[in-house]
């Protein structure tokens, strides 16, 4: 049956866009009345701004994306509007208790950056599947940023992950999981029935054969060097991980999952036992309260993690409200991966529940994407962007929330960071392209010929 309704749910992704808008202008004029008791003077400035720009993304998808998954572009606003908020928030008690410089005209700036990189993308890529043409090219950059920290990178809060031009920085890691995912998309579609054969059978799991070994054995070597060089735990898990969830997808066989953790697990017990910022970042997540004792154990530098758990602890269920609680004791790191914090603490666990409801949705969206998609190539590359933005935002909230060791990486869209906000709007933009062209109607049949000149010999 050919799909028809060109254009269905542009309506619906306006009202939600609106919606969005509206939540993060109350959000904003809530820290208002809070700390000041009244409504910001700025709120009628930022309410014109944010609303042109969620407006003008809107009409591009109208134009130029006109069928494509009306809760993408809504659910990344919102999460969106919901950091400018929440660092909005930070920056007050930072000024007051760190005299810090603010940091909400940088995550304002770095929004706008990454929305309109975000639809430059969507107008200028006419079809998702020319990256594959690129899928050499783009995995050689990929692999040249991810290994540049190494060696050109500043050793900042024990990770060498940002490289320093000038008053410029940014984290090249942030962009290597999109390059690495189309690569993984058009290598697994030109080698996946390869890839599925199996040689023997062990304990009841299939192992692949010697040559297509190779793959996954690279990929392993060189997420342990990142996490050895760089000693950026974050980036080499997203990596790793990309790879096997890809793989399964395209093979549909068990023993690369297994055979993947396997090799990661055993690589990270190796690196965390003689690398001690990596060794430090466990010993903090297995004994957080430490920082405390006196003497104070030489392997835990931070009280971040402890500080993390009181924010959550005092949150409650509903939370103090948005400001009026005291995530800024964290200090610098409540900006990035610990802005989950200042959720926990004001928003308390509903609050927390519906971020991660949001982002569950944009990865459900994503995956539906994959699901529709009707090429090999859009398939694979909508599943690699939906579980790398999974990927991170688990090792991050699972590390302030001392689930695993703390990774450092930025939450997509909530932290502050001007990589992670392009980055991630990048990978938003190309889901919109691959859910626009799966959703696309079909086109009408041709007319038949034969069938016309017997209608008219009929007649």
């Known amino acids: 049956m050919a799909r028809t309704n060109v254009g269905r749910g542009r309506n619906a992704e306006l009202l939600m866009l609106a919606f969005a808008v509206l939540l993060t202008l109350f959000?904003?004029?809530?820290?208002?009345?809070?700390?000041?008791?009244?409504?910001?003077?700025?709120?009628?400035?930022?309410?014109?701004?944010?609303?042109?720009?969620?407006?003008?993304?809107h009409g591009v998808m109208r134009r130029f994306a006109p069928n494509a998954d009306p809760l993408i572009l809504p659910l990344a606003v919102g999460l969106s509007g919901l950091g400018l908020v929440l660092v909005h928030r930070l920056d007050i008690s930072y000024k007051i208790r760190w005299h810090s410089a603010p940091g909400e005209t940088n995550q304002l700036m770095w929004s706008g950056i990454g929305i309109a990189v975000c639809l430059a993308i969507v107008v200028l890529l006419k079809d998702h599947r020319l990256l594959q043409r690129y899928q050499y090219v783009m995995v050689f950059a990929a692999l040249v940023l991810l290994i540049a920290p190494a060696f050109f990178g500043a050793d900042t809060y024990g990770a060498k992950?940002?490289?320093?031009?000038?008053?410029?920085?940014?984290?090249?890691?942030?962009?290597?999981?999109?390059?690495?995912a189309v690569f993984f998309a058009g290598y697994l579609t030109l080698y996946k029935d390869a890839l599925a054969l199996a040689s023997r059978r062990i304990m009841g799991f299939y192992l692949p054969r010697g040559r297509q070994f190779g793959p996954i054995a690279a990929v392993w070597v060189l997420s342990l060097v990142v996490l050895i060089f760089e000693r950026d735990l974050g980036t080499s898990l997203i990596f790793f991980g990309l790879f096997v969830i890809m793989l399964y997808v395209a093979t549909e066989r068990t023993s690369w999952v297994v055979m993947g953790l396997l090799m990661f697990s055993v690589g990270a017990v190796v690196v965390a036992s003689f690398e001690p910022h990596v060794h430090g970042r466990v010993a903090a997540w297995l004994h957080p309260m430490d920082y405390y004792k006196v003497p104070r154990?030489?392997?835990?530098?931070?009280?971040?993690?402890?500080?993390?758990?009181?924010?959550?602890?005092?949150?409650?269920?509903?939370?103090?409200?948005?400001?009026?609680?005291?995530?800024?004791?964290?200090?610098?790191?409540?900006?990035?991966?610990?802005?989950?914090?200042?959720?926990?603490?004001?928003?308390?666990l509903a609050g927390t529940m519906a971020v991660f409801v949001l982002f569950a949705l944009l990865v459900q969206r994503g995956l539906r994407a994959a699901l529709d998609a009707r090429d090999p190539f859009g398939k694979?590359?909508?599943t690699g962007l939906a579980s790398a933005l999974a990927l991170q935002v688990f090792v991050v909230c699972g590390g302030v929330m001392g689930l695993i060791p703390l990774t450092g990486k930025a939450l997509p869209f909530l932290a502050s960071g001007g990589s992670s906000?392009?980055?991630?709007?990048?990978?938003?933009?190309?889901?919109?392209?691959?859910?626009?062209a799966a959703r696309k109607p079909d086109p009408e049949p041709a007319p038949d010929e034969d069938d016309q000149a017997t209608q008219l010999i009929r007649h």
């Open 27 to 57: 959000g904003y004029a809530s820290v208002g009345m809070a700390v000041d008791g009244k409504v910001p003077g700025s709120l009628f400035g930022y309410a014109l701004g944010f609303s042109a720009v969620a407006a003008a993304a």
């Open 380 to 382: 694979l590359l909508a």
């Open 297 to 348: 154990p030489a392997e835990i530098v931070s009280d971040q993690a402890a500080q993390a758990l009181f924010s959550f602890g005092s949150g409650g269920v509903m939370g103090t409200g948005l400001g009026k609680g005291h995530s800024d004791l964290i200090k610098f790191a409540g900006r990035s991966d610990f802005i989950l914090t200042t959720v926990g603490e004001e928003l308390g």
């Open 421 to 436: 906000q392009v980055a991630t709007w990048v990978l938003i933009a190309l889901l919109i392209k691959i859910s626009d």
């Open 161 to 180: 992950r940002w490289i320093v031009l000038g008053p410029l920085s940014f984290q090249p890691g942030e962009f290597v999981k999109t390059g690495i």
